[in-house]
């Protein structure tokens, strides 16, 4: 019961602040200075508050399940745990289409370049990753898709089919018309962003774990949606 109450918190909190950058969006405000103002309250902390494509893993996903499950079965629902379950699975998809409207509104015929494949950095664990949803959305609207993750190729070609596995972050972009990063590898923060434009066909960046700045995409000549951020900065009609 600990182990599971635990786990269920955390991933109660990450859905929090996501649902809270959309809220952040709409508004002008950014998500990462209400999370840092949050996170200085001891009673609530600074970790698990970064926005991203949603939890995945071995142990969110599977002991949320299980504690809604285990609650139900004693006829005691966690109501708020079953939402967290829904709105989780729900925003996988709603990352999807931040990528179709960056491509336009539409995908057919045109390739995305996708940058990491594990649920996070530094492993080759994909249970229940964001791109398993994501990806066969892309592949769905008609996209060619083109991906890199530093290690967890291999699992991902048991998991994934239809896509063109490349052999570096800079091989998934000739030709592309979007890049959307799903995955915080150190390496993808450093992108040299003269040969991303050389390689794409126009500088159209999804950032979907905030790992670059709005304004220095703006002066690297970007197209670049990320994740509770307005875009420019001061816009109010729910640009990201």
């Not at 289409?97 to 960056?102: G, K, N, Q, V, Y």
Request: hydrophobic fraction near 45%; include cysteine; charge should be negative.
């Amino acid at each position: 019961m600990i182990k599971y109450a635990a786990n269920t918190f955390l991933a109660a909190k990450i859905t929090f602040i996501n649902e809270v950058a959309d809220l952040c969006e709409k508004a002008g405000s950014d998500v990462h200075d209400v999370a840092k103002g949050i996170g200085l309250d001891g009673r609530i902390g600074r970790k698990f508050l970064h926005p991203g494509p949603g939890y995945g893993g071995s142990c969110f996903p599977k002991d949320t399940l299980a504690l809604v499950r285990t609650a139900h079965d004693l006829g005691s629902p966690l109501r708020i745990i079953e939402t967290v379950v829904d709105i989780n699975a729900q925003r996988k998809n709603a990352m999807a289409d931040r990528i179709i409207a960056a491509g336009g509104g539409s995908l057919a015929g045109k390739t995305v370049a996708v940058l990491g494949l594990a649920f996070k950095p530094n492993t080759d664990d994909m249970r229940d990753a964001p791109a398993l949803d994501i990806v066969p959305a892309l592949l769905e609207a008609g996209a060619t898709v083109r991906a890199f993750d530093p290690e967890s190729m291999d699992e991902a070609r048991k998991l994934l089919d239809g896509i063109t596995y490349c052999d570096s972050a800079y091989d998934t972009m000739e030709g592309a018309d979007v890049l959307a990063i799903l995955t915080e590898w150190n390496e993808f923060r450093s992108l040299d962003f003269a040969r991303i434009k050389a390689l794409m066909t126009a500088p159209v960046m999804v950032d979907l774990r905030n790992i670059y700045e709005p304004e220095m995409m703006a002066e690297a000549g970007f197209t670049y949606t990320s994740i509770g951020r307005p875009w420019p900065y001061g816009r109010r009609d729910g640009g990201a």
